[in-house]
């Protein structure tokens, strides 16, 4: 079973940029699809981005109109989530998620990934 730990959370000024890691462990990376989720207080955990095993494909959540990037790295293990043009509203707890399926919107509307990391805290400031 993969293990994911996020990190490069923190405080970002609105406008800023940010970049978010996710270390995988325990199983063969390049064998799931990977994703970005985030959860602010009081709302409900809200889909964020996509990437397949390969890395060729990539899908977003609406609200991220050209604003993020993911991108995996499969000799290290790692998928990231660049965030750029921050706003207060990205202000959540963002959480890594691994599925053997990839999970695009649509079908994040029916079916959750099965991994999940701990959460990484962003917190934008203008």
């Known amino acids: 079973q993969v293990q994911l730990i996020e990190s490069g959370g923190g405080l970002a000024q609105a406008g800023g940029s940010v970049r978010l890691s996710c270390a995988a462990s325990g199983s063969t990376f390049s064998g799931y699809a990977m994703g970005w989720f985030r959860q602010a207080p009081g709302k409900e955990r809200e889909y964020v981005a996509s990437?397949?095993?390969?890395?060729?494909?990539?899908w977003y959540g609406k609200f991220v109109k050209g604003r993020f990037t993911i991108s995996r790295d499969n000799a290290k293990n790692t998928v990231y989530l660049h965030m750029n043009s921050l706003k207060l509203e990205d202000t959540a707890v963002y959480y890594c998620?691994?599925?053997?399926?990839?999970?695009?919107?649509?079908?994040?509307?029916?079916?959750?990934?099965?991994?999940w990391g701990q959460g990484t805290q962003v917190t934008v400031s203008s």
């Open positions: 990437i397949s095993r390969s890395g060729g494909s990539t």
């Open positions: 998620a691994a599925d053997y399926e990839i999970f695009p919107p649509t079908v994040v509307e029916y079916r959750r990934p099965k991994h």
